[in-house]
């Protein structure tokens, strides 16, 4: 009835005499495995981060390019018309890369934004909320920026509803990315003490400006830009409820 020693044999008396050690073995191998796999999907990410970051640093080169009076025969062009050419290169990128289009929408409206071109900006903060809302979904990096746009653009067309809107809508997301991205809460507690301004409720506007003084002053330091904005709408709200 004997017959030679399987392979199969073999390995499975060796484990049952070597329970111990091949345990050990293999958690070290799933471990290096594990890692291996953590640091190429690392890798992956961060070449992706890069690519993305030279496209934006390329998109915006290429707006100052198209400054150059010599290519519009000593015609001066106005920092608008560049943005709405950039608009317009943005709207031939491909359908692929959706963050960048988003990423680069909300570039190009916060611009207009900078410039007094509230009606530009909200033509390409309403483009740059639908595709991000579609194609990235509502807790997005990009959506919240677009929502923050029109937020800007809600509160200076006196859209004082639709900014609390979307001021309730932005408020728990930003809350939960605090961590990651604390100037985006910062932001939407100064725009929440802002609307409480528009609206007239001084003390909720204290509290709200304090709330984002705090939170800026604690994530972000005492002379970053964020929390020099809390600071004075603090000061204007403290000064209405004087």
């Known amino acids: 009835l004997a017959q030679p020693d ?19 073995a293999g958690a070290v191998v799933v471990a290096i495995l594990a890692g291996a796999g953590a640091a190429v999907w690392q890798g992956r990410l961060a070449l992706a ?14 707006i100052f390019r198209d400054a150059n009076p010599y290519a519009e025969e000593g015609k001066a062009v ?14 031939v990128l491909s359908t692929s890369r959706p963050e960048l289009r988003v990423e680069l929408l909300n570039l190009v409206g916060s ?3 900078g410039l007094g071109d509230t009606a530009g900006a909200e033509t390409v903060g309403t483009e740059a909320l639908a595709e991000s ?5 509502p807790d997005h990096a990009q959506t919240v920026q677009a929502r923050l746009l029109m937020v800007d653009v809600h509160r200076f067309r006196g859209r004082t509803p639709a900014m609390g809107q979307e001021l309730a809508l932005l408020k728990p997301i930003v809350t939960r990315a605090a961590d990651a991205r604390p100037v985006d809460l910062v932001r939407t507690l100064v725009d929440g003490a802002h609307l409480a301004v528009d609206e007239g409720r001084q003390y909720d506007a204290v509290a709200a400006a304090q709330e984002a003084f705090d ?14 904005a809390a600071a004075t709408i603090l000061a204007v709200s403290g000064v209405m409820l004087a």
């Open 6 to 24: 399987t392979a199969a044999y073999r390995l499975r008396k060796f484990i049952a005499r070597n329970k111990l050690s091949v345990a050990a």
């Open 215 to 228: 939170v800026a002053t604690a994530r972000l330091g005492k002379r970053h830009r964020e929390t020099a």
């Open 111 to 113: 611009s207009l934004m």
């Open 78 to 91: 106005s920092a608008s018309e560049l943005l709405n050419r950039a608009k317009e290169q943005i709207d």
């Open 49 to 62: 981060e890069q690519k993305r970051a030279e496209e934006v640093k390329e998109f915006i080169a290429s």
């Open 133 to 137: 809302l579609r194609l990235l979904g």
